[in-house]
């Protein structure tokens, strides 16, 4: 059983900045991915960013404003998001997420609160 555990979250002021991380159990190239989600609250949770075994990066449709970099540190067995230039509307919980083969697995999420 693959465990994640998130941290980094909180409130933050409309233009600030974030960092997010997420640290496994698993040696990270037991992995296919890993990567970040977010849902807000009444909607989908979507993907932003997630990175190979091989340390390939895709950013998906909700980072595709530039604001979101998704990084790994494999000593660590710790993946991070960093978010600038934050906005209301980023508002969310932030999920972590592993991917072995078929099989998806989660980390119990942070909440992201941007507000003055």
């Known amino acids: 059983q693959v465990q994640l555990v998130e941290s980094g979250g909180g409130l933050v002021q409309p233009g600030g900045s974030l960092r997010l991380s997420c640290t496994t159990s698993e040696n990270i190239f037991n992995l296919n991915s890993m990567g970040w989600y977010r849902q807000a609250s009444g909607k989908e949770r979507l993907p932003i960013a997630s990175v190979s075994v091989r340390g390939l990066i895709d950013y998906f449709e909700s980072a595709k404003d530039g604001r979101f970099f998704i990084s790994r540190d494999v000593a660590k067995k710790t993946v991070y998001l960093q978010i600038n230039s934050l906005k209301p509307e980023d508002t969310a919980v932030y999920y972590c997420?592993?991917?072995?083969?078929?099989?998806?697995?989660w980390g119990l999420g942070t909440q992201v609160t941007v507000s003055s």
């Open positions: 997420n592993a991917r072995v083969h078929r099989t998806d697995y």
